[in-house]
């Protein structure tokens, strides 16, 4: 019986070591390091361990880290509100308004085509469709739109936000329509049955029955935006900054602390924001 | 953070070296050992070219690996990582921040064949004697050092070099003269509202300060000490300037990297901008319209060299110093002297190039045939002259050197700010 009890407990750390030991040496670790070296000092080529709270001062004393950290957020924000929208609309059809399970499929297949080449090249491809001299502006041209070339399309917060709607709004729909498909289709019908009108059932029951995809969608939108660095160097002409190139500026100045100290306030500031999210939603509960 | 490590390899091969010296007569060795020497080469991609180290391989029998990286990674690995390189290609302002680490070890120039032909430049700072010396690091102030294991500077030739130089150019702006339409003879004109939109200038920010400099001095707003080490009220008034522009929709991007720079200009988005001289040629192989804009308050130029590592000894210290000799001779300078850059010895590269090639790059003469670059793409038309003339034109009207100020991390904060405004 003993014995018994003792190789179940055992065996129970085995089976879970595995994930334990790789998440403990990939994830944990790092993360200490970082937060570690964020209160090292640093000249301009050695980095001098201490504990130093002034890579904290400098960045909490600067209005620029100020600046930046609203910028973060207000991309964040815009960019969820649009792959929300989209990516809802795209679920929406494919789950209900496609009856053929093969064509949902197809639809979907789709959806993943632009995902076969690399996120860079998706969205450099922008630059020239974009550009002064871009198809956009040309086509705009001629059709009598506009007389000169319109400038805000490139290098500007539009460019950057179009960037990230076009990269991540995938990853709003995946998550929305695997709820949307899990929904039992007795309920809609129920809900027409007791006489809701299509709005009356999309919000009362759709959307609540959706809010775990809708939830996993903007976490993964609002860390991919907030912790992005290249989109918005590309598609702004490196003309405004976030706080992902706040850390690849600190890097490339072999300033480590100062860009570790960056790293741990935006991993708090994320951390925070999913916090406040799971409030709305026991994702564990719904799933 | 710097530590003395011993080179394991380099160890190795110093006391295989030192047996072998002692107990068969050199030469022969040298001809056989040398086969199996590797240097390690690292630098910016300008002059890190594999025609370089299969000519090495063909001509000097030993293997020359090459890195190429950008400069904030090369100032990284040359001040951190000294056992991870033999031959350090830098530019000699981030010989300033590397030198004191003590992290290259000081060439002995009496072994070092061609140095009294080396330019002025590099050795008392005067391309003619009459020359004044620019602002900025320039090269000869961090090209000596007070004998061997010095890890400081002198100001006169002491016979121990920091860096052989070996790559050295002068930049100004590129202008698409097809959409301006007009002369451009300042370095004002970059801030001129008329561009507004349409310029865009260098985002690496000890080069890019240096070009906002030159700017605010053309325009008339700051008088600089020495724009190559700014005072912090300097740095003030330089970024303030800058910002109200960038604020005012004046810049159309700013650039990082050399493809970025080409595709601005190639595409019309920008018709004025900080450029480097490669990228102008590589506009003008899509036939468009560029011009290396010569200006009347001069160049900001730059210079590189190599540096040996600390570790280096024995067989691969002889090594290196052939390298180096060879480097001088003459084919390594025709090569880039063919791609728009100066030789620190020019008159050695004159035997590789044609006289129609010499003419061109370097007398500032019209081409009597079209002149090509190493890789075979025509570069300019019978009758056309260089952008900027003659190697005396361009390197007489340098006003200032990049450089690496005492404020540096201060800068550096500002330009941050600048970029996030």
């Not at chain 2, 064949?113 to 690091?137: C, E, H, M, W």
């Not at chain 2, 130089?165 to 970059?190: F, H």
């Not at chain 2, 900027?388 to 100020?405: H, I, L």
């Amino acid at each position: 019986m003993r014995a018994g009890n003792m190789s179940r407990h055992l065996t129970g750390w085995l089976l879970a070591s595995p994930l334990s030991l790789v998440l403990i040496l990939f994830l944990v670790l790092p993360i200490a390091m970082i937060v570690v070296v964020s209160f090292w000092k640093a000249t301009e080529f050695s980095i001098i361990p201490a504990f130093s709270m002034e890579n904290y001062d400098f960045l909490f004393g600067s209005p620029v880290t100020y600046r930046v950290f609203g910028t973060t957020i207000k991309y964040a924000l815009i960019v969820w509100v649009f792959t929300l929208g989209i990516g809802f609309a795209v679920a929406y059809f494919l789950a209900f308004h496609v009856r053929s399970q093969t064509w949902q499929i197809a639809l979907f297949l789709l959806c993943t085509i632009p995902f076969w080449t690399s996120n860079i090249i998706r969205m450099i491809s922008w630059i020239p469709f974009l550009g002064r001299n871009g198809l956009a502006n040309s086509a705009l041209i001629s059709m009598g739109v506009t007389e000169e070339p319109l400038d805000w399309l490139l290098y500007s917060d539009f460019s950057v936000i179009l960037a990230f709607v076009h990269l991540y709004t995938l990853f709003m729909v995946v998550p929305i329509f695997n709820t949307m498909m899990r929904i039992d289709k007795s309920l809609i019908e129920a809900a027409y049955d007791a006489g809701a009108t299509g709005f009356q059932t999309l919000t009362n029951v759709i959307i609540p029955l959706c809010k775990p995809g809708i939830m996993i969608g903007t976490i993964f939108v609002i860390t991919l935006v907030m912790g992005d660095f290249v989109t918005v160097r590309f598609m702004s002409g490196s003309q405004s900054a976030n706080v992902g190139r706040l850390i690849q500026n600190d890097i490339a100045l072999l300033q480590y602390p100062s860009a570790s100290a960056t790293a741990v306030v935006l991993l708090v500031t994320v951390l925070m924001v999913i916090g406040i999210l799971l409030r709305f939603v026991d994702i564990r509960k719904e799933l | 953070m710097t530590t003395t490590k011993l080179s394991r390899r380099g160890l190795l091969k110093g006391a295989a070296a030192a047996t072998a010296a002692s107990t068969f007569p050199a030469p022969m060795l040298w001809a056989q050992n040398i086969k199996d020497v590797t240097l390690r080469q690292f630098g910016t991609g300008v002059s890190n070219l594999n025609e370089v180290g299969q000519k090495v391989k063909e001509e000097l029998g030993f293997t020359l690996e090459m890195t190429a990286l950008d400069s904030d990674a090369v100032t990284q690995r040359a001040a951190t990582q000294p056992g991870s390189f033999d031959i350090a290609d830098i530019e000699y302002w981030i010989c300033k921040k590397v030198w004191p680490t003590g992290n290259l070890q000081a060439m002995d120039t009496s072994k070092i064949k061609n140095y009294d032909k080396i330019v002025g430049i590099f050795r008392d700072g005067k391309l003619n004697p009459d020359s004044t010396i620019a602002q900025g690091t320039a090269p000869h102030t961090v090209g000596f050092t007070s004998g061997p294991g010095g890890t400081d500077f002198v100001q006169e030739e002491s016979g121990w070099m920091t860096l052989i130089p070996t790559i050295y150019n002068a930049d100004t702006l590129g202008i698409r003269p097809d959409l301006i339409g007009r002369p451009i003879e300042s370095w004002a004109e970059l801030l001129n509202p008329e561009f507004k939109g349409k310029a865009s200038i260098l985002d690496i920010s000890s080069i890019g300060i240096m070009d906002a400099a030159m700017v605010c001095e053309a325009m008339g707003e700051i008088a600089y000490g020495d724009k190559g080490n700014m005072t912090r009220d300097e740095i003030d008034r330089t970024m303030a300037i800058m910002t109200e522009a960038k604020k005012a929709g004046q810049f159309r991007a700013f650039w990082k990297t050399f493809d970025e720079s080409v595709n601005l200009m190639a595409s019309g988005e920008v018709v004025i901008q900080s450029m480097w001289s490669p990228a102008i040629t590589a506009v003008k192989s899509r036939g468009i319209d560029c011009v290396y804009q010569p200006l009347k308050e001069g160049y900001r130029s730059w210079g590189g060299g190599i540096g040996l590592s600390k570790n280096l000894s024995g067989l691969e210290l002889d090594a290196a110093y052939e390298y180096i000799n060879w480097y001088l001779d003459g084919w390594v300078g025709g090569f880039l002297m063919r791609q728009g850059y100066y030789s620190a010895v020019p008159e050695t590269s004159k035997a590789y190039m044609s006289e129609n090639e010499w003419g061109y790059w370097f007398e500032g003469k019209e081409a009597t045939e079209v002149i090509t670059n190493p890789f075979g793409d025509a570069m300019a038309q019978p009758g056309e002259v260089r952008d900027g003339g003659s190697f005396q034109d361009r390197m007489g009207a340098v006003a200032c050197w990049n450089a690496v100020m005492d404020e540096n991390q201060y800068m550096v904060r500002k330009w941050n700010e600048f970029v996030a405004a």
